[in-house]
């Protein structure tokens, strides 16, 4: 039984203001790892120690044996192009002046990647398998952004 079952079919719905200035998110042991990683300008993945198999983002339970992961190690900084979206509109769907590369970064013998945005590559340039380097901020402080973006090694 669906839950759309239970409501016979009809949408249900709460209009309600709700306060999110008070609303607190932690990162998990994992993310915490990984973005104090970023802050250092080190790309942070676990590694399971039953397995071997080693996930970015970090995971805290291996996915393949649901073993306990407590081991963090820092990875190669050059990945590849695992796929790529070009977007050609804004938020608002306006047409941007220059479009920008959007890519599922991946490295070698790490299961998952980054999805950031990729510079000094025109679009008909972009391949999936192309070698890519992460540019950091000089000033970093544990955010996602830490990585301005990433761009082709040569």
């Not at 983002?57 to 407590?70: A, G, H, K, Q, V």
């Not at 790529?84 to 220059?98: A, C, F, S």
């Not at 590559?121 to 000089?138: C, S, T």
């Amino acid at each position: 039984m669906s839950v759309w079952d239970v409501f016979n079919g009809k949408t249900r719905f709460l209009e309600d203001n709700m306060n999110v200035d008070k609303f607190v998110y932690t990162l998990g042991h994992g993310y915490e790892k990984f973005f104090n990683g970023l802050k250092e300008g080190k790309i942070i993945a676990s590694k399971c120690s039953e397995c071997g198999v080693t996930y970015l983002p970090p995971r805290i339970y291996c996915e393949e044996c649901l073993s306990e992961i407590t081991e963090f190690v820092e990875i190669k900084q050059n990945g590849v192009v695992l796929g790529y979206t070009i977007q050609n509109v804004d938020k608002d769907g306006r047409h941007l002046k220059e479009k920008v590369i959007w890519a599922l970064i991946g490295f070698n013998g790490v299961r998952g990647g980054i999805f950031h945005k990729l510079v000094g590559v025109e679009p008909e340039e972009i391949y999936v398998g192309m070698p890519v380097k992460p540019v950091f901020r000089e000033e970093r402080k544990g955010s996602i952004n830490d990585i301005q973006y990433f761009t082709k090694t040569v």
